[in-house]
T-cell receptor, first 117, second 113 residues
Framework: GENVEQHPSTLSVQEGDSAVIKCTYSDSASNYFPWYKQELGKGPQLIID?????GEKKDQRIAVTLNKTAKHFSLHITETQPEDSAVYFCAASQLRGANFGNEKLTFGTGTRLTIIP | DSGVTQTPKHLITATGQRVTLRCSPRSGDLSVYWYQQSLDQGLQFLIQ???????AKGNILERFSAQQFPDLHSELNLSSLELGDSALYFCASTKGPATDTQYFGPGTRLTVL
């Protein structure tokens, strides 16, 4: 089955600096890579996702890059703000079309991001 | 707010007991997923239901079972509870059986004493 590794497990950055979280996956058939943000006491919230047919996707201060050959993808947060402090999870799955069951999301172990004011 | 609701928010019970966790998916979503989040294991997929039928199974113990009702809400039943079952339990929903974006509920924190 799929195995997702995530690094680092904790990350502290000064407010305004950039943060980068990296994940690697093992199953070359995986083609969908979402990133979730989990704040204290809440459920994971999707912040950005990427499919394997693109190499990069951006949404304001957040971007995700994907290297299919190396089987790794990264989350980039620029101009970090205190509200970015949370636990971030990467995940991977294989979407095979509506006639097939949705492959389960395999999550990384999470990165606790702390923004230092 | 994702639109997915879960009850109860907190649950404290004793070993050997049985509990039921409830999840209501977003309006229009037919698929429900259950996940367990513990400190040392991260988010682990348990089971998926689509329109009332089991669709995919993950690392779900035999002591655990789930079902999805005609109104599309789902229940996760945990029996013969052990201390190690203490965790956060999340459900997520999607429109179809193979839709990408999963929307998570706020979770139920289960404490087994």
């Amino acid at each position: 089955g799929e195995n997702v590794e995530q690094h680092p497990s904790t990350l502290s950055v000064q407010e305004g600096d950039s943060a980068v979280i990296k994940c690697t996956y093992s199953d070359s058939a995986s083609n969908y890579f979402p990133w979730y943000k989990q704040e204290l006491g809440k459920g994971p919230q999707l912040i950005i996702d990427i499919r394997s047919n693109v190499g990069e996707k951006k949404d304001q201060r957040i971007a995700v890059t994907l290297n299919k050959t190396a089987k790794h993808f990264s989350l980039h947060i620029t101009e970090t703000q205190p509200e970015d402090s949370a636990v971030y999870f990467c995940a991977a799955s294989q979407l095979r079309g509506a006639n097939f069951g949705n492959e389960k999301l395999t999550f990384g172990t999470g990165t606790r991001l702390t923004i230092i004011p | 707010d994702s639109g997915v609701t879960q009850t109860p928010k907190h649950l404290i019970t004793a070993t050997g007991q049985r509990v039921t966790l409830r999840c209501s998916p977003r309006s229009g979503d037919l698929s429900v997923y259950w996940y367990q989040q513990s400190l040392d294991q991260g988010l682990q997929f348990l089971i998926q239901y689509y329109n009332g039928e089991e669709r995919a199974k993950g690392n779900i113990l035999e002591r655990f079972s789930a079902q999805q009702f005609p109104d599309l809400h789902s229940e996760l039943n945990l029996s013969s509870l052990e201390l190690g079952d203490s965790a956060l339990y999340f459900c997520a929903s999607t429109k179809g059986p193979a839709t990408d974006t999963q929307y998570f509920g706020p979770g139920t924190r289960l404490t087994v004493l």
